[in-house]
């Protein structure tokens, strides 16, 4: 297993391994309980107006200089589509309307989630401003992509370059 914690969160005792539920967990002697470890989890957002798609240019590594949609985690006590919205919103600047669900895509690359939740928006309000860890943000159009950085955002930008991605 690899080891992800060394301490309980709860007692400050220290982790020991058991199998627990069919696998090798980290586990409290103290509190006699397995310490269970989820997946961190993102949302991305695609954004097309007048036929071209909303992207943002990344400030900060993984992918720095590179071009994604507007992106960023789930708060642990957050809806997904309220995530959607503000990430939106500190990237971008834009008030958007979550419309419809696209995908959900695993971890395939060097991005920091595990899973990440696709989402399609209109734009409701708001002008085009680079925010939070965005360097700037474009609009493009199909023939004139730029360089593009993780799997979800290369992935849903190439099917709507093709006509394939039904927003
Ligand atoms: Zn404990």
């Known amino acids: 297993m690899t080891r992800i914690a060394n301490y309980c969160a709860i007692c400050g005792g220290s982790l020991q391994s058991k199998r627990v539920s069919g696998r090798m967990r980290p586990f409290c002697a103290s509190c006699d309980m397995p310490i269970y470890f ?16 909303l992207l943002i240019q990344r400030a900060v590594d993984p ?6 949609l507007p992106a960023g985690f789930v708060d642990h006590d957050e ?8 990430e939106t919103l500190e990237e971008t600047h834009l008030q958007v309307r979550i419309d419809k669900l696209l995908a959900v895509f695993p971890k395939r690359d060097h991005g920091l989630a595990d899973i990440i939740i696709a989402y399609s928006a209109k734009v409701l309000d708001g002008e085009a401003l680079a925010g939070d860890d965005a360097a700037a943000v474009g609009f493009f159009a199909r023939d004139n992509l730029p360089p593009l950085v993780f799997y979800p955002s290369i ?5 709507w370059s093709q006509g394939e991605l039904e927003l």
């Open 63 to 68: 992918g720095k200089g590179k071009w994604a």
């Open 155 to 159: 992935t849903l930008t190439r099917l």
């Open 38 to 53: 989820d997946p961190k989890v993102a949302v991305v957002v695609f954004i097309e107006v007048d036929d071209r798609v």
């Open 79 to 86: 809806a997904p589509e309220a995530a959607a919205r503000r």
